[in-house]
């Protein structure tokens, strides 16, 4: 969608004791893929989720050529 954005939590796992199944399992995997994904603009905020365990913002670059103020 443009202009979306999808919010993924857990994405910042604080130690090797939160990869599991019952924790944050292996979704900072995903977030390590968008991050070196030139498609996406994100951004991950390591602590202020319920657990410090990580939330990371994702949205589709915007097309076409954006004015200097907006890049």
């Given at each position: 969608?443009d ?11 604080p130690?090797?004791?939160y990869?599991?199944e019952n ?7 995903l ?5 070196s ?5 994100s951004?991950t905020?390591?602590?202020g ?8 913002i994702?949205?589709v670059?915007?097309r076409?050529?954006?004015?200097e103020?907006?890049q």
């Open positions: 969608m202009n979306g954005y999808i919010i993924l939590h857990d994405t910042y796992p130690s090797e004791e990869i599991n924790r944050c399992g292996t979704v900072y995997r977030r390590q893929e968008i991050e994904d030139p498609r996406f603009d951004i905020l390591p602590q989720c319920a657990i410090n365990v990580g939330l990371t994702v949205r670059k915007p076409g050529v954006l004015p103020y907006q």
